[in-house]
């Protein structure tokens, strides 16, 4: 655990295991613990690289806004830093528009990719779910009740029915390193920024798209239209998931990225 400085930012860096290199990219306002159980169920085979985005968590905040080709250079430093020569990257939601990024700034680096929950063209209904997101942040009175209004989009209804969404209601509001209203808010004026539509037939990593059933922010339409636009790639929809079926089902999640893995190995 250290923090690294690349890009005129210092990113908090965790990696556990040996093995071949995965980097894990988070997606908005999430630290890079929210890969515990992928970071658990892997390290026996992998080298697993976590880290919190810039605004986020224990890493720095630049001034000024953000754009996703800032998180990408980020992360594109941080693989240089680390001295990960070919790595598989898995990215969700904007972590996997940063992923798109990387792949197409630096694509002798990453050996796979793995794109969750994420889009790369947006339309108006998913730029006012974000600008939403952005006014819940500015107006909720307390961080709970900005999360509540948020994770209804990104877990399914079981996660709050079986009373699981508690405990990490209680964990985020436990912790120490929440992010500020100001960060979150430029974060998700870059995801409103982003559009690589016209590029992604460019990727040329051997790439899987999964998708949530039960994804509403991001459902399965935008996943179909990056699998349309990158080359070779295919795409799988997990039943009874929302947004993050690597944290709703993480032991599915995780044996579902060693088969690709061992598949493009």
């Not at 810039?54 to 630049?62: D, E, I, L, Y």
């Not at 990408?72 to 830093?81: C, G, K, P, Q, V």
């Amino acid at each position: 655990m250290a923090r690294v400085s690349v890009n005129g930012v210092d990113l908090w860096v965790e990696q556990k295991g040996d093995g071949d290199d995965v980097l894990f990219i988070s997606g908005l306002a999430d630290e890079g613990v929210c890969w515990v159980d992928q970071v658990a169920g892997l390290r026996d085979r992998y080298r697993l690289t976590t880290f919190d985005n810039r605004g986020v968590g224990r890493s720095s905040t630049p001034e000024g806004p953000f754009q996703i080709s800032d998180f990408a250079a980020d992360t594109a430093a941080l693989i240089d830093e680390l001295g990960l020569e070919r790595v598989h990257v898995v990215g969700s939601s904007m972590g996997g528009a940063i992923a798109q990024e990387l792949a197409l700034s630096r694509p002798e680096r990453i050996r796979s990719l793995v794109l969750n929950g994420t889009w790369c063209r947006g339309d108006r209904f998913l730029h006012e779910i974000f600008r939403s997101w952005m006014w819940s942040a500015e107006k909720a009175d307390s961080v709970r009740d900005f999360l509540v209004a948020v994770n209804l989009w990104c877990f399914s209804p079981r996660i709050w029915n079986e009373g699981i969404m508690d405990e990490w209601l209680e964990e985020a509001e436990a912790s120490p390193y929440a992010q500020s209203v100001g960060a979150f808010c430029r974060s998700a004026e870059a995801l409103i920024g982003h559009d690589s539509a016209e590029r992604v037939s460019d990727i040329s990593a051997p790439t899987l798209v999964t998708v949530g059933e039960l994804d509403l922010v991001l459902p399965p339409r935008f996943s179909q239209e990056l699998v349309d636009r990158i080359p070779g790639s295919r795409l799988v929809v997990i039943p009874g998931a929302g947004h993050q079926p690597f944290q709703e089902l993480p032991a599915d999640y995780n044996r579902l990225l060693v088969e690709f893995w061992q598949s493009v190995s």
